[in-house]
């Protein structure tokens, strides 16, 4: 198919129709290269891991449950390689436009599907979301997009990264085909309430730029007012950046078990920053694994405190609109920082928080997100639905 943003995997032609009836008969979606087509090698993003790889025998149960309920997949679409980044830049395949800024980078990993969604290719598109990579190309690109609950979707056929953060996720452009979307994956109804109370979660917006920070504000004021009960708080006592450490170990100790075997095998190309975070994840020790396991354990205690009994916490998507793309490393490395002291939140809580896309920065998507108790996805895609329907 033709494909002026770059985000479709240009190794891989496929059209597969769904059902002939179902809620999403007559939509088209793409997935990520993560996601197994029967027939087809799951190529990663990455030309070794596609050579070294036989074609899948059955598709992802995520694909299978979107063609049973009569969508139509389209193609496959690029990720950073094995899903090992938050940009959206690919040195092997090219950087996926971001449609809504030509120059700058879509967001990753799932950086081909959002631009697949965002610029018009397909009505919607399977994402995944390990520390972020559903919820930053969505605040990048304007759209709907939703990481879900640790553990609620089944990752059968799906390429592994960090087992305990790893997730389905999906983008679209409004949020009521959101919410049938999300009806078919999640298989339940999806609720027009709004959440019980709101935490506006101070620590989270101080990492934001002050012009973020300004365009939520009335769109905090809106999402509260529509919710009827808010009040602000510091999420993490500690420190967000003590949060975000102790994903880097633990996610990063699964990341590299997930992939050295193959890696020894192999000697495989990588894009210079993905070897060096590699290289960085293979001397995590023991010992900082032992450390971080308790910090996880009270992120996870103060996120249930806080959206136990329908509760939600709001906090900015990114700290910043779309970075430019082709930056040098030595600029990209901080942003990726500040992105994780965010995304951390529901990467090691397990929990659910979709990107609400409602603001701009000099004409530039910047998203606010909402996060809720495991399980509360269908009340999270219901009450962005109910927002719109609101015009609000």
């Known amino acids: 198919m033709a494909d002026p943003s770059n985000g ?3 190794y891989i032609d496929i059209r597969i129709a769904g059902a002939a009836s179902g809620p999403l008969s007559g939509l088209t979606f793409a997935a990520k290269d993560l996601y197994d087509i029967a027939g087809h090698v799951t190529g990663g993003s ?7 790889h036989p074609a899948a025998e059955k598709h992802a149960w995520a694909v299978e449950t979107l063609l049973a309920a009569g969508a139509t997949l389209t193609g496959k679409t690029i990720t950073d390689e094995l899903s090992l980044g938050l940009l959206g830049e690919n ?11 030509a120059d700058r980078v879509p967001g990753g990993s799932s950086s081909g599907s959002v631009s697949a969604v965002a610029g018009g290719h397909v009505d919607f598109a399977l994402g995944s979301d390990t520390g972020g990579s559903v919820r930053i190309p969505a605040g990048f690109c304007g759209l709907y997009g939703m990481r879900t609950t640790h553990g609620r979707i089944p990752l059968d ?14 983008f679209a452009r409004d949020a009521d085909l959101f919410a049938r979307v999300s009806a078919a994956l999640l298989q339940g109804e999806i609720p027009a309430v709004p959440p019980a109370r709101m935490v506006i979660a101070a620590d989270a917006f101080e990492i934001a730029d002050a012009a973020v920070q300004d365009a939520l504000a009335p769109v905090v004021d809106t999402v509260a007012a529509a919710i009827g009960e808010s009040a602000t708080e510091r999420v993490c006592p500690t420190g967000l950046d003590a949060w975000k ?13 997930s992939f050295a075997d193959w890696i020894d095998r192999t000697n495989p190309r990588f894009a210079y920053d993905v070897a060096r975070n590699l290289a960085q994840r293979a001397t995590i020790t023991d010992a900082e694994v032992a450390a971080a396991k308790p910090v996880r354990a009270a992120l996870i205690e103060r996120i249930d405190e806080l959206t136990r009994d329908g ?3 709001c906090m ?5 609109p779309a970075p430019l793309a082709g930056r040098r490393l030595s600029k990209s490395g901080p942003d990726r920082d500040r992105i994780r002291q965010l995304t951390c939140i529901a990467s090691a809580s397990g929990a659910p928080q979709i990107n609400l896309p409602l603001a701009t920065v000099d004409g530039f998507p ?5 996060l809720g108790a495991p399980g509360s996805d269908e009340m999270l895609a219901g009450f962005a639905r109910l927002l719109a329907s609101a015009g609000r």
């Open 91 to 101: 040195a092997h395949y090219g950087t996926p436009e971001n449609p809504r800024a």
């Open 46 to 52: 990455n030309p070794d891991w596609l050579a070294t």
């Open 157 to 170: 056929g799906v390429l592994k990264q960090a087992p305990s953060y790893d997730t389905v996720g999906w």
């Open 316 to 320: 900015p998507t990114a700290p910043f």
């Open 8 to 10: 479709f995997c240009p």
């Open 245 to 257: 450490a102790q994903q880097g170990v633990l996610q990063g100790r699964e990341a590299w078990e």
């Open 366 to 370: 910047v998203g606010l997100s909402l």
């Open 311 to 313: 509760g939600v916490i």
